[in-house]
């Protein structure tokens, strides 16, 4: 069964409070062995104490079954993005060196890459990913469009990143500010413009507004 059209999975980083619950609730998906396939990192410590869950963003062209040489890889039908198939899997790290968003974990003790898969046992149903039923600030949410935007008047989504000369649009979105220019996050001119990546940053993780 595919996952309902109208439910979507949004990330809105501003409102991560660093609790973790989301990493204890993703060991009890079916899908992930015990293992949490989630990571929370802080945005730049130097700057803020701020935190971000990092999620696979599940891309429509996903770079980590493209470079995959056994093609352990598999994209469903409704573009969710999983993990490593066991037979296939030679667990030679293309994938987690290619990655863009730095997503994909080898399991060095079952030579079995492993990424989140939006608990696809739970979503193809129509239930929320565990993560997302357990965030008490709803960083992590899932839903409809129309229920976001409602819920978030400050914030809209936007799921395409530019990394140099390339897009990647995703499956999963992003919420940034409602006044965003456009609707392509360059992640280049962040990573590499120190003036604008914290202007970039600032913007889509912090300053989205007291309001959402």
Same mark, same amino acid.
């Given at each position: ?8 999975? %949004?990330?809105?980083? +501003?409102?991560? $409070? ?11 998906? #079916?899908?992930?062995?015990?293992? +949490?396939? $989630? ?8 700057? +803020?104490?701020?935190? /971000?869950?990092?999620?696979? *963003? ?12 056994? #093609?352990?890889?598999?994209? &469903?039908? #409704? ?7 066991? !037979? ?14 730095? =997503? ?18 739970? &979503?193809? +149903? ?7 039923? =357990?965030?008490?600030?709803?960083? *992590? /949410?899932?839903? &409809? ?9 400050? /914030? ?6 530019? %990394?140099?000369?390339?897009? $990647?649009?995703?499956?999963?979105? =992003?919420? /940034? ?8 996050? @360059? ?6 413009? !120190? ?7 600032? #913007?889509? %993780?912090?300053? $989205?507004? @007291?309001?959402?």
């Amino acid at each position: 069964m595919a996952v309902p059209a109208q439910l979507e999975f %949004f990330l809105d980083p +501003s409102r991560c $409070i660093g609790c973790q619950a989301c990493l204890q609730a993703c060991t009890e998906c #079916d899908t992930h062995k015990g293992q +949490s396939m $989630i990571q929370l990192d802080y945005l730049d410590r130097a700057y +803020s104490t701020q935190t /971000a869950p990092v999620v696979c *963003l599940h891309c429509e062209t996903p770079t980590c079954a493209e470079v995959c040489p056994a #093609d352990a890889i598999k994209r &469903t039908e #409704d573009g969710v993005v999983q993990t490593a198939r066991k !037979p296939r899997c030679i667990a030679c790290n293309n994938c987690v060196l290619a990655c863009p968003f730095g =997503v994909p974990k080898m399991n060095t003790r079952m030579n079995l890459m492993m990424k989140c898969d939006m608990c696809y046992d739970r &979503t193809s +149903s129509g239930l929320k990913p565990w993560c997302a039923s =357990v965030c008490p600030s709803q960083a *992590l /949410a899932f839903g &409809t469009r129309e229920e976001m935007m409602r819920l978030r008047p400050n /914030a809209r989504p936007v799921n395409a990143f530019q %990394f140099g000369l390339q897009i $990647i649009r995703t499956k999963v979105n =992003v919420m /940034a500010p409602r006044d965003w220019p456009d609707e392509v996050v @360059d992640v280049t001119a962040a990573m590499y413009e !120190p003036t604008i990546g914290h202007d970039m940053l600032d #913007d889509i %993780f912090v300053n $989205i507004g @007291d309001e959402v």
